[in-house]
């Protein structure tokens, strides 16, 4: 991730200059690992298929491609840390910028004491305690075992 977000960046620093941590970068790489675009084995990432190298073109039009990239202006301002982890066969109702608020309050021994989080049907409300489950069964971070509250 390091040296794909170090060559990303030496050839389009525009459409990176909000992703300013390596964090951010990675979670671009899994969004596309989810997509099905690219392939993780460890800490290495690579193109998924062969079909989808074929689908970039060869060398000259990659090249040129990248070229006409090079002074382009972002269309938005990326945001990777509004993205989602799969868990299981199916989208954490929590973003990733969510996951980490709640795990900054929930290490910070002076920290509250009950957090109150909420959802609609629609961002996944069924599947939130699943997913704090697995924030909380998480290597390395040793949290209690939060209680659920039922609630209407």
């Known amino acids: 991730a390091a040296e794909i977000s170090k060559l990303a960046r030496e050839w389009w620093s525009a459409g990176f200059a909000e992703t300013d941590s390596l964090e951010s970068f990675t ?4 969004e596309m690992e989810e997509m099905g ?3 993780r ?17 060869g060398r000259n039009e990659i090249g040129t491609g990248l070229e006409a ?34 795990q900054k309050l ?8 009950i957090v109150l989080l909420g959802a609609t049907e629609g961002s996944g409300l069924a599947h939130l305690r ?13 949290w209690p075992k939060p209680r659920q509250l039922k609630s209407s």
Do not use: C, F
């Open 27 to 30: 979670a671009i790489l899994d």
């Open 37 to 39: 675009v690219l392939a």
């Open 41 to 57: 084995k460890g800490d290495l990432y690579a193109l998924r298929s062969q079909r989808i190298a074929a689908m970039l073109g």
């Open 69 to 102: 990239l090079i002074d382009r202006a972002p269309r938005r301002r990326p945001d990777p840390l509004t993205s989602h982890r799969r868990i299981a066969k199916r989208w954490s109702p929590l973003t990733l910028r969510q996951e980490a608020s709640l």
């Open 106 to 113: 929930l290490a910070d021994p002076a920290g509250p004491k």
């Open 130 to 142: 699943e997913a704090i489950d697995v924030l909380v069964t998480a290597p390395n971070v040793g």
